[in-house]
């Protein structure tokens, strides 16, 4: 029997509320350690270097992959992320659940490298609520909503891949399903 327990990935098309539901799922659980990704993206108001992510520029982001110190790396609206490595097989040894959220190309990538991960896929309840989850956001211009809802058409086809799908109807249900799946005793 393996005591380790399996690092959780969750992935699903961008703005399905994967960050709502892992926040939700944190507060009450703050045991399950969330990966924090490195990213290229300038931070947005209220984000903070070492807690939402590890702000870096291209140069270093170009080291970090170079030298083979990222589970996963993905280029996304022009920005890169990244997930280091080190700090989840670590985790992963001494025993603590492990959470990713990351996107489809990096939940590939994770799949290559660890294929005892289980991949959890968020799906929206519609086509249409992820649409006004894009829309309403109000952050990006819209050609990179365009962008991000073309990308979310291949995002939502590549569900088979996962191991389990959850539907983003409430929070609070998949923020507990999530939980019973990364095991948390």
Avoid: C
């Avoid at 509320?17 to 399950?32: L, Y």
């Avoid at 280029?75 to 040894?93: D, H, K, Q, S, W």
């Avoid at 249900?173 to 948390?184: P, Q, T």
Wanted: charged share 30%.
């Amino acid at each position: 029997m393996n005591e380790r327990p399996r690092l959780t990935v969750l992935s699903g098309p961008s703005g399905v509320g994967k960050s709502t539901v892992v926040v939700h799922m944190r507060k009450a659980h703050p045991e399950v350690w969330l990966s924090v990704s490195a990213t290229t993206r300038k931070p947005r108001p209220g984000e903070q270097h070492g807690v939402h992510y590890f702000f870096v520029t291209d140069e270093e982001m170009d080291k970090l992959i170079a030298n083979g110190e990222l589970l996963e790396w993905a280029e996304f609206a022009g920005n890169r992320y990244g997930t280091p490595r080190a700090a989840v097989l670590e985790r992963l040894e001494r025993g603590e659940p492990v959470l990713l959220e990351i996107d489809l190309q990096g939940a590939r990538q994770v799949r290559e490298t660890m294929p005892e991960a289980q991949l959890v896929f968020l799906a929206p309840p519609s086509w249409e609520e992820l649409v006004r989850r894009l829309t309403g956001r109000g952050t990006e211009p819209p050609e990179v909503i365009e962008r991000r809802l073309e990308a979310a058409k291949i995002e939502l086809a590549a569900e088979p891949e996962f191991d389990v799908t959850l539907v983003n109807t409430s929070v609070e249900d998949v923020a507990r399903e999530l939980l019973a799946l990364v095991d948390v005793v």
